[in-house]
């Protein structure tokens, strides 16, 4: 899966997306893992990675819900094709992770 662009909302964040069904149909939320790369966080999914910029982080706290949105020229309108909510504990953790290694590595 390719992330095109992420949109900020109110209640989390959707992410346009090189997907179909068939790729996300799989996904349990025990299969959702949060890791880290040189300029934030990176939700993995089963197969696909999300990334997330730093700046992002602290919005993501407070607004959990990741849906995940086909994107494609086929369709005008397309139905969302997952919903990932984190658990505000985990994210707090990951964000404390990337940032001690951010310090460590500047």
Known sequence: MIA????????????????????VVQVKSADVMIGMNTSGLVIKAAHFHIPIPESVLDFLIDNRNITIYPFSSRNYVEEALLNIALSREAIIEARGIYNFWKKNNV
């Open 4 to 23: 095109y662009k992420v949109l900020i909302v109110s209640n989390g964040i959707i992410v346009l997306a090189d997907i179909t069904e068939d790729d």
